[in-house]
T-cell receptor, first 111, second 114 residues
Framework: SQQGEEDPQALSIQEGENATMNCSYK?????LQWYRQNSGRGLVHLIL?????REKHSGRLRVTLDTSKKSSSLLITASRAADTASYFC???????????FGKGTRLSVIA | GAGVSQSPSNKVTEKGKDVELRCDPI?????LYWYRQSLGQGLEFLIY????????KSGLPSDRFSAERTGGSVSTLTIQRTQQEDSAVYLC????????????FGPGTRLTVL
């Protein structure tokens, strides 16, 4: 399969704790993107990290990319109940081409 | 501005019937994608339109699936002779052709085949 693999499949943490989700892939990429999905419907784009970048930040989100290990991680700091959702990584081989999604990590943040 | 819209939001049909799902991309976006998400799974690519180029149909699971994009804007995904395994959420996304790469997703159509 060309899909990425995320782990863990499910993660349950207390509000205020940090959540780390990992994504691995098998082929070379142009960029890797993280999305959030609430209630199994629309996806919200979180962060795009390009193959020549190692780390990006956006608010409480931090994404790292290690192309030598073909892996990426998403860190959510000081989690909130509203962060409860499924998180997907998606790799893109080149610009404006279809995304290849992993199966996602289901995050539950308990208040 | 308006995001990607899809209709209907939910569709229940009987096995063997044809269905049409509609996607209105963000105005000015030249690339349009269709994905499918089965229960508890990640997204599976179906078909991709880029400007006036021939669409990339490599993800379509069978010849019962087809899609068109009229006037470079609205797209319709058609599933003929639906089967129960076609039940899924069908998601449409669009992106602007400037190498930004970010795809903006619509809310999806939940298709249930009885």
């Amino acid at each position: 399969s060309q899909q990425g693999e995320e782990d863990p499949q499910a993660l349950s943490i207390q509000e205020g704790e940090n959540a780390t989700m990992n994504c691995s892939y098998k082929t070379s990429i142009n960029n890797l993107q993280w999305y959030r999905q609430n209630s199994g419907r629309g996806l919200v784009h979180l962060i795009l990290i390009r193959s020549n970048e190692r780390e990006k930040h956006s608010g409480r989100l931090r994404v790292t990319l290690d192309t030598s290990k073909k892996s990426s991680s998403l860190l959510i700091t000081a989690s909130r109940a509203a962060d409860t959702a499924s998180y997907f990584c998606a790799r893109q081989n080149s610009g404006n081409t279809p995304l290849v999604f992993g199966k996602g990590t289901r995050l539950s943040v308990i208040a | 501005g308006a995001g990607v819209s899809q209709s209907p939001s939910n569709k229940v049909t009987e096995k063997g019937k044809d269905v049409e799902l509609r996607c209105d991309p963000i105005s000015g976006h030249t690339a349009l994608y269709w994905y499918r998400q089965s229960l508890g799974q990640g997204l599976e690519f179906l078909i991709y339109f880029q400007g006036n180029s021939a669409p990339d149909k490599s993800g379509l699971p069978s010849d019962r699936f087809s899609a068109e994009r009229t006037g470079g804007s609205v797209s319709t995904l058609t599933i003929q002779r639906t089967q129960q395994e076609d039940s899924a959420v069908y998601l449409c996304a669009s992106s602007i052709d400037t190498g930004t790469d970010t795809q903006y997703f619509g809310p999806g159509t939940r298709l249930t085949v009885l």
